[in-house]
């Protein structure tokens, strides 16, 4: 009896270990701006979702397209519009990747960690690579994290491409973007 309750809790333990490597943010934020010759596009998400496995690095970040808001309403309905971000058929903006430099994070220690993240975004159905640097700070377990990057040339997502007649300066060729999470 005694050795069925060590393997037991040997086995309970391995489970918690495991569970503590896989952390989940909900709520997160995202910002994107642009800058055109018509004006200045700034949207703001509460609904980023975030996993980060602790062991191995992996990350996966979702943001439903349509939780972007903007100041302008006519802004936000262009913006969901299929010749932008197409949110009815492509419902989600997503981020599949991994901290390349994992070694330099030591998750049980306070502390601020510079990290390199590498993987693809996926925008209205097409996938690419983006790299990015981020900051992950680790205090009493919980670990938040930021990072500002550039998705460079939106067009190739097929992003504010138009129908039968040349771009006029509504869409930048680069779009800014802020993410914060808090994983617990």
């Known amino acids: 009896m005694k050795k069925f309750s060590l393997i037991i809790l040997a086995?309970?333990?391995?489970?918690?270990a495991v569970q503590a490597q896989k952390k989940k943010a909900k709520n997160g934020k995202s910002t994107l701006f642009s800058h055109t010759a018509a004006e200045d596009i700034k949207a703001e998400s509460n609904s980023v979702t975030s996993l980060l496995n602790t062991a191995t690095g992996d990350l996966i970040f979702v943001v439903p397209v349509q939780t972007?808001?903007?100041?302008?309403?006519l802004m936000q309905k262009h913006f969901?519009?299929?010749?932008?971000?197409?949110?009815?058929?492509?419902?989600?903006?997503?981020?599949?990747?991994?901290?390349?430099?994992?070694?330099?994070?030591?998750?049980?220690?306070?502390?601020?960690?510079?990290?390199?993240?590498?993987?693809?975004?996926?925008?209205r159905g097409t996938t690419k690579p983006?790299?990015?640097?981020?900051?992950?700070?680790?205090?009493?377990?919980?670990?938040?994290?930021?990072?500002?990057?550039t998705v460079k040339n939106i067009g190739q997502f097929g992003v504010g491409k138009p129908k039968n007649r040349k771009k006029k300066g509504n869409v930048a060729d680069n779009i800014d973007c802020k993410v914060w999470v808090t994983y617990k």
């Open 80 to 123: 969901n519009q299929s010749r932008f971000m197409d949110s009815k058929n492509h419902p989600k903006i997503k981020f599949k990747g991994k901290i390349t430099n994992l070694s330099a994070v030591n998750f049980s220690k306070d502390g601020k960690y510079n990290v390199n993240v590498s993987g693809n975004i996926t925008i």
């Open 11 to 16: 086995v309970l333990f391995a489970f918690s």
């Open 130 to 149: 983006q790299n990015t640097t981020a900051t992950l700070t680790v205090k009493g377990g919980t670990v938040k994290g930021y990072s500002s990057f």
């Open 68 to 73: 972007y808001k903007f100041k302008k309403s």
